[in-house]
């Protein structure tokens, strides 16, 4: 049953950062550990996020290496959403760099070509638009039984939310960031700058249930504005599948939001270490009248709030970096 939140609080008195509740012994390895395993078991459909919906306004188009394999996304004739290799079949043109004209790609070095249908040697992806993230399905690379359409998490109608998509590129895999997630102990330890007052209320243990919903993880946590200003609320995380993890406002303000994690292999840089794109979309949500308002200069909104998941993220990324690092040296405690 939700309680009934303050949308605003005022703290009585600032806590020291080394004076607050310590939350190692909750973070349990073993208790990480076996979500990050039962999030591994579910199934993805070989379907991997590229980037945000609004880059393939008009002209534009999403380029990414995915797991090794260039791929390229764009709107093709009458707006439909069309996708496949990033490589021409011609000579090998990287098509990244290719323009897209009232629809058709056209390769810059010799003038090929592509609408989205098959085409001297170029085959079509499957692609997927959820309305906030663009989608590419690589059986190939997955390796499972593929699915129609990605495993897209609940969110807040869009018609009546703000939504923003922040990227950023790490040294480590996929499992990597998805633990980062997986653990909320360390929020206010690590970002004392955004969070304070956390505190995990309900967490999975180490048994083998692969079930999404007994693997929520519910937190208790205020989001700081300025100075003792602060937004309580409850949230909880879940992970739909292997490389996504989501928050769920479930009380105070902004219920129904929900912050989308989503990790996507690149492939080895030069020196043979593995890159994850963290792909994260915002999808805010609010009953307040004022929101309506608020969603009208989105445009002015959207890149603070890319700051402040940039923020956030510049940190957890040397969160998982760490990790792969201790891991692939087999240095990872556990």
């Known amino acids: 049953m939700n309680r009934r939140r303050p949308p605003l609080s005022l703290r009585r008195g600032a806590v020291p950062w080394e004076a607050q509740r310590p939350t190692w012994r909750e973070a349990r390895p073993a208790v990480i550990a076996a979500a990050l395993k039962r999030v591994q078991a579910r199934p993805s459909g070989n379907w991997y996020v590229v980037g945000a919906s609004r880059a393939l306004r008009g002209d534009g188009k999403l380029a990414r290496t995915v797991a090794g394999q260039e791929v390229v996304v764009w709107r093709g004739p009458g707006g439909r959403l069309v996708g496949g290799p990033g490589i021409c079949p011609h000579l090998g043109a990287p098509l990244r760099d290719s323009p897209v004209r009232c629809g058709t790609l056209v390769c810059h070095w010799h003038g090929l070509a592509l609408d989205g249908g098959p085409y001297a040697g170029w085959l079509p992806l499957p692609v997927h638009d959820d309305g906030v993230l663009v989608w590419v399905r690589l059986d ?26 922040y990227t950023a590129v790490g040294v480590c895999e996929p499992e990597d960031v998805v633990a980062n997630r997986l653990d909320p102990w360390h929020g206010a ?146």
């Open 189 to 334: 330890w690590f970002h004392p700058y955004s969070f304070v007052d956390l505190t995990v209320v309900d967490a999975p243990g180490t048994d083998g249930a692969a079930d999404e919903g007994r693997d929520a993880l519910t937190v208790d946590v205020s989001f700081k504005l300025a100075g003792r200003l602060v937004v309580p609320v409850r949230a909880v995380f879940t992970a739909p599948e292997p490389r996504t993890v989501v928050m769920h406002i479930t009380e105070g303000e902004g219920v129904g939001s929900v912050v989308e994690t989503h990790a996507t292999p690149l492939g080895a840089d030069r020196s043979g270490r593995p890159r994850t794109a963290v792909v994260e979309a915002v999808v805010a949500a609010s009953r307040r009248p004022g929101f309506a308002a608020a969603r009208r200069v989105a445009p002015l909104l959207r890149p603070v709030m890319r700051a402040a998941a940039g923020r956030l993220w510049r940190d957890d990324l040397a969160y998982a970096e760490r990790r792969w690092q201790l891991r692939s040296t087999g240095r990872f405690p556990g």
């Open 140 to 165: 190939a690379v997955g390796g499972e039984e593929p699915l129609e359409a990605p495993v897209v998490p609940r969110r807040p109608e869009p018609a009546r939310a703000l939504t923003a998509v």
